[in-house]
Every structure is written in C-alpha cells, then in structure tokens.
C-alpha cells in the first residue's frame, strides 16, 4: 500500500504496491471531504431554521431536565398523604396556594406526582426504544444483507409479528408477566421493533446495490467489514430518525398501559396511572385528568417536531 499526502494534509492510497496514487486522486478525495462539510453545515443550518423543531427541542430538553431534577424540583413527597389536602367532604382540593396544581383523590400533590412521573416516562420511553432500535436494526440489517433462507426466516417472523396488534400484543405481555417500569420496558420494546426491522431491511437493500459496496465487494473486503465499515454507518441517521420518533410512540403506550391498568403499578406515580387513578373524578376534578393529559400530549408531540426536523435536516434532498 502506497501512501502520499498532498499539500491539503489529504492523504491518499493505492490499493496497488506498484502503482503510485495520483494527483487526481488526492484531490477527488479533498472534494469528498469539502462535500462532507459542506453538507454538514447545510443540515446544520436547516435545523437551526426549523423553528417548530427547536420549540420541540425546548420542550423535550425541559422534560428531561425535570424528570432528572425531580427530587429537588418537587414540593413534596409524591406519596404523602395531606390531612389538609382533602375537602371536608373528602374531595380533591383544586389548585390553589400550597397545592399549585391541586390534590388527588388520597389527599396527594398532583404537581409531585407529575414530576415524579416525567421520569417514569421518559425511562420506559427511551429503554423500550432503545431496545426495540437495536433488535429491530440487528434484525432488519442481517436479512437484508444476508438474505437467502435467512433473510426470508427473519423477514417471515417480523410479518407474524406484524399481524398482532401491538397494543392487543402489549396487554397480553403485561397480563402474563409480572408488571413493573422494567417489564413494562421490555414489553413496549418486544412490540415495537418490527417497524424498525422493517425500515433497517428495505434501507440495507437499497444499499447493498450500490456502486460503493460493489467496489468494495471487487477489492476484496469481506462480508463483515462491508456491513460494518460501508452499511451500519449508512443506516444511523436514519435510525437517529426513527428512534427520536419512536420515543413519542413509547411514551403513549406506556401512557396507556399504566390508564389499563396493566403497566407500572401503583404507588409509583406515572401519567398515565395518574389519569387512571382519576377517571372517575373527571367531572368534579377535571384538574386530575388534565393535567397529566396535557403533559403526555406536549412530550409525545414535542418527540414528533424533534423527530420531524432531524429527518428534514437530515435529508440530502432538502433544499
């Protein structure tokens, strides 16, 4: 392997000992990577424009902030029960001056509770996503670089698995096994990695026809250094996407789970459990259903705009 190195600080190779590397060569190579700025700085750009994007960055960046800060940024204990935090006759006090967002139905501060909860969302979303992205993209990348009888095998199961409803598919798991923040995880995560297969298999297709794999298949490279070195980094951007997504995705289904009843348990303050917890009070205390609503709402949303704009900035076909 012959090596040189322009004035640029480029350096460039043959893959020949007997050839000596040209000037062309060197200079192809310096384009390749004012291209690669360049186009950095353009997706940089069109994130910073994206203003529905940013606002959803805030949004997500103040979530996470608080779910981490919970401890401190709480009033109170999101289990203490208030002697005071109840009406005469045993109702839920709306918000006032000590309760800034009013009181449960056991006498609770809602707004601790919403704190404490921020973070057992987030945790379920981003463990259940992060599992399901890297099942589904092991999964998806080995069929569609395989392909033959394995490809066919792991593509024929994610169709199965794609038959089931997922919420359906969900609420069967949780039944079965025991329901807790990591049971609750690894259930979201077992429905939800068919999607990201299914993008990682049609995504590895396209690129294994491409003419950079086929010259690299022509030196000589093997099967695993072209999957790892040439396909897997082709394939993080838009798993970025997609996991950024899929994160709102999550946080619903944990939302939901937890109001049926068959996610995480009681006492442990969760939005959607809240919502549980309180549906009988929705016309007398309408605080106790809004309240964790508008944050399930706000943090899924603001995970779409975030989702949205990364896909966009992303996009080599953005102008």
């Given amino acids: ?25 060197c200079e192809a190579l310096a384009v390749q990577s004012t291209l690669g700025r360049s186009g950095r700085s353009r997706s ?6 994206n203003y529905l994007g940013l606002f959803g960055a805030v949004v997500v960046v103040t979530v996470v902030i608080i779910a981490l800060l919970a401890p401190f940024l709480a009033p109170y204990d ?31 501060d809602l707004l601790s509770r919403l704190i404490y909860g921020a973070r057992i969302s987030l945790a379920v979303g981003v463990i259940a996503n992060v599992a399901a992205l890297l099942i589904g ?24 698995m794609m038959a089931f409803p ?12 025991r329901p807790s923040l990591w049971i609750v995880a690894l259930v979201i995560a077992l429905v939800n990695w068919v999607q990201v297969a299914r993008v990682a298999y049609a995504q590895v297709l396209t690129l294994a026809e491409s003419e950079f794999v086929n010259a690299a298949t022509a030196l000589g490279a093997k099967r695993d250094r072209i999957l790892l070195r040439h396909l897997v980094p082709h394939l993080i951007p838009t798993m970025l996407v997609y996991g950024t997504l899929g994160v709102s995705t999550t946080v619903l289904l944990e939302a939901t789970l937890s109001y049926l009843g068959v996610g995480v348990q009681p006492p442990t303050p ?35 705009l975030v989702g949205d704009a990364l896909r966009d900035a992303l996009d080599p076909r953005s102008s």
């Fill in 1 to 25: 392997m012959v090596r040189f190195r322009g004035n640029d600080s480029t350096t460039c190779a043959s893959p020949f000992s007997h050839q000596e590397p040209s000037l062309l060569s």
């Fill in 44 to 49: 940089w750009t069109r994130l910073r424009r």
């Fill in 78 to 108: 999101p289990a203490e029960q208030f002697f005071e935090g109840l009406t005469v006759e045993g109702a839920p006090l709306p918000p006032n001056e000590k309760f800034l967002l009013g009181t449960d139905l056991l006498g609770r």
């Fill in 137 to 160: 993209t092991l999964l998806g990348t080995v069929a569609g670089y395989a392909q033959g009888l394995v490809g066919r095998i792991i593509m024929r199961f994610t169709d199965v």
């Fill in 166 to 177: 997922a919420l359906l598919l969900a609420i069967a798991l949780s039944a079965i096994l």
């Fill in 270 to 304: 969760s939005w959607g459990g809240i919502i549980n917890e309180s549906q009988s009070y929705f016309l007398t205390a309408p605080w106790l259903v809004t309240f964790p609503g508008v944050a399930i709402l706000l943090t899924a949303v603001s995970f779409n």
